[in-house]
């Protein structure tokens, strides 16, 4: 059974770059879509961005700039980095698996979040 | 970017009564390119339904799908107590994919 795991500080002062991991186990990381999504506080979703096993990103134009995904196949470790944070970006930070056979339209798996809160 | 919205914000129903919830775009999108989560408090969303109709593995067949263009629908036939949650709509936009703010699905 696959899963996903974010793991990182739980806080960040502004200014500074939040750091999040996503370990998948149970399952390979080759072949699929993952992403990132956020949930600030009683709010709604927000895509992040996205990334595949070959490393192709592609991130939300709003936070283009400042956002960086990488991925690690062989270590089945997908990670996040957003620079420059405000208090705007205190979320829940979930990642997420895209469908089978590399279908990005939709997310299967989540993660069960790892919540970030930007403060001095 | 295609808004999506969705009504109404919160619905009251009672266990074994049926539950439509809306999501409306801003412009129209494939059906290829709509899903619906539910999300529980303090848990992750769970995929219900995807190409709009499609019910993901795992979900009862009381959770049902439709719509095309710009208007789409998710129904459950008959509401059972871990029914009640919150509902999101997605849209998958090629190079982007937004959500809509949810329907809170109350007893």
């Known amino acids: 059974q696959v899963q996903l795991q974010e793991s990182g500080p739980g806080l960040v002062k502004p200014s500074e770059t939040l750091s999040l991991t996503c370990t998948v186990s149970?399952?390979?990381?080759?072949?699929?879509?993952w992403m990132w999504i956020r949930q600030s506080p009683g709010k709604e979703l927000e895509w992040v961005g996205y990334i595949y096993d070959t490393g192709k990103a592609n991130y939300n134009p709003s936070l283009k700039s400042r956002v960086t995904i990488s991925v690690d196949a062989s270590k089945n470790l997908l990670s996040l980095k957003l620079s420059s944070v405000t208090a705007a970006d205190t979320a829940v930070y979930f990642c997420?698996?895209?469908?089978?056979?590399?279908?990005?339209?939709?997310?299967?798996?989540w993660g069960r979040g790892s919540l970030v809160t930007v403060s001095s | 970017e295609v808004v999506l919205t969705q009504s109404p914000g919160t619905l009251s129903l009672s266990p074994g009564e049926r539950a439509t919830l809306s999501c409306r775009a801003s412009?129209?999108?494939?059906?290829?390119?709509l899903a619906w989560y539910q999300q529980k408090p303090g848990q992750a969303p769970r995929l219900l339904i995807y190409t709009t109709s499609s019910r993901a593995t795992g979900i009862p067949d009381r959770f049902s799908g439709s719509g095309s263009g710009t208007d789409f629908t998710l129904t459950i036939s008959r509401l059972e107590p871990e029914d009640f949650a919150v509902y999101y709509c997605q849209q998958y936009g090629i190079t982007s994919y937004s959500f809509g703010q949810g329907t809170k699905l109350e007893i």
């Open positions: 997420a698996r895209g469908g089978d056979y590399g279908d990005r339209r939709y997310f299967d798996l």
């Open positions: 149970g399952g390979s990381i080759r072949s699929y879509y």
């Open positions: 412009q129209s999108i494939s059906s290829s390119y």
